[in-house]
């Protein structure tokens, strides 16, 4: 990989003040990718990429414009510093645009106790292979499971950001991941389910062998799957699938969808709407975090914040353009990409467990349903009405009975987050740490 993100992120900022830039920043990334896949025993994809991006955003008073390019040609960068200006002459004035104040940037920073690249060498597509096949084969051991395929993947990265209000920073990130996927019965009466893992560091990885085969028990335990009654029913939302719910609760506390007025949470601010004692909790800092930072995409510092507290809403997601919309301060979450405007977004959360096991809350249920996979969507980000299809097991005397397909679950945001009641089974190395997570009269369509 080049060695001067630095240097182009300069010389990008330069070229803009020479084109009639007032104000500019620039983010530079570039990495490397390795991607294996096994399918039938035969190897089907060896895939290596390499490749360089960059992002120029220019202000011209409250106008502003963003261009991006795969080129780092002084060329190139002259041609996006005259296109970005020219564009920017002919946008719409945003009252809320512009670069951060000198006093708001973060200043000194120490990326390392984060750890967020591995020091170890790239792993060599031999080994991916190795790993990826010996997930497959692990999950075709398996009696009763008739079809396996198996993706072993690695990336490193570095980006640098650099703004001509003065700051300039940049990290280095790396993951490596293996995902299997498993199959029982054939044609129509055909199931399958799947197992991954993704680690910072290559040796936090479970074993292929161990995730091959939680794949083949998770497929096997699918066959004879039917439709579940139809009625109001408690609903354990297992951990695969618990963090995705409570994203929407994150996604409506975003400040973009805040002030366009399109979230349900948008009157909500300061009000209860997790149960009492439950907390939703932000931890940019969190060591071999996937989300980890230790400043955002508008170069401000982050910190740790609880976004729910003991139940109450406590404050928006915000980056630089929303908390001004809202008359705020930014909670220093943005997050862009090189051809793309700042938007806040969330780094590792964390949500309150309780003392349960997941197996306690489903002997508690009497009958209901365990969602362990969820397919389509029908969210209203302004009422909060929720409607997803399921699969998972139908939970009878307090004992899963049999696996569960083609149902709907629904009800209301607003309404059924209240009768929350989390196990404790969250998984420390998630992004989203979130226990499963049982709920109290849920709609189901089934039978």
Not at 156 to 183: E, K
Not at 384 to 398: I, P
Request: hydrophobic fraction near 45%.
């Amino acid at each position: 990989m080049a060695a001067a993100l630095d240097e182009l992120a300069a010389a990008l900022l330069s070229v803009a003040r020479h084109a009639g830039a007032e104000a500019a920043d620039a983010l530079v990334a570039e990495g490397v990718s390795l991607n294996i896949d096994i399918r039938k025993g035969a190897l089907e994809k060896a895939e290596r990429a390499e490749g360089i991006d960059l992002g120029l955003r220019v202000f011209l008073g409250r106008r502003s414009a963003i261009v991006s390019a795969s080129d780092a040609s002084p060329a190139t960068l002259s041609a996006m510093a005259e296109r970005a200006v020219a564009m920017a002459r002919e946008a719409p004035e945003d009252p809320f645009s512009g670069l951060a104040d000198p006093h708001q940037l973060a200043t000194s920073w120490d990326t390392g106790p984060l750890e967020l690249n591995d020091p170890a060498p790239d792993p060599g597509a031999a080994s991916l292979e190795a790993a990826a096949r010996s997930a497959e084969a692990a999950a075709l051991a398996a009696p009763g499971v008739t079809q396996a395929e198996a993706g072993a993947s690695f990336w490193r990265g570095r980006a640098h950001l650099a703004a001509s209000n003065g700051f300039a920073g940049g990290s280095t990130r790396s993951q490596q991941s293996l995902a299997v996927s498993a199959y029982v019965g054939e044609g129509t009466a055909q199931d399958h389910d799947w197992a991954a893992e993704s680690r910072i560091h290559g040796a936090d990885l479970p074993g292929a062998a161990e995730i091959g085969a939680r794949a083949a028990e998770r497929a096997l335990a699918r066959r004879g799957a039917r439709k579940p009654p139809t009625g109001a029913f408690p609903v354990l939302f297992d951990e695969r699938v618990a963090a995705g719910l409570i994203g929407h609760l994150l996604g409506a506390a975003n400040g973009a969808s805040v002030a366009r007025g399109s979230s349900w949470l948008r009157d909500r601010l300061g009000e209860q709407v997790l149960p009492a004692g439950m907390s939703l909790v932000e931890d940019p800092h969190r060591p071999r975090g996937f989300a980890s930072r230790v400043f955002d995409a508008e170069g401000l510092p982050t910190a740790r914040r609880a976004i729910v507290e003991d139940g109450m809403l406590t404050g928006w997601t915000l980056d630089l353009a929303s908390a001004r919309k809202l008359g705020m301060r930014s909670t220093a979450n943005a997050a862009r990409g090189p051809g793309s405007n700042p938007q806040p977004s969330v780094t590792n959360t964390e949500l309150t467990q309780g003392t349960a096991t997941r197996q306690d809350l489903i002997a508690g249920m009497g009958r209901g349903l365990v969602i362990t996979s969820l397919i389509g969507a029908s969210i209203n980000p302004t009422t909060g009405d929720y409607s997803r299809g399921a699969f998972g097991f139908w939970v009878d005397g307090g004992e899963i009975a049999y696996p569960v397909n083609e149902c709907t679950v629904a009800g209301n945001l607003r309404d059924f987050l209240l009768r929350l009641t989390p196990a404790n089974d969250a998984r420390a190395e998630r992004s989203s740490r979130v226990p499963s997570l049982l709920v109290e009269g849920l709609m189901l369509a089934g039978a």
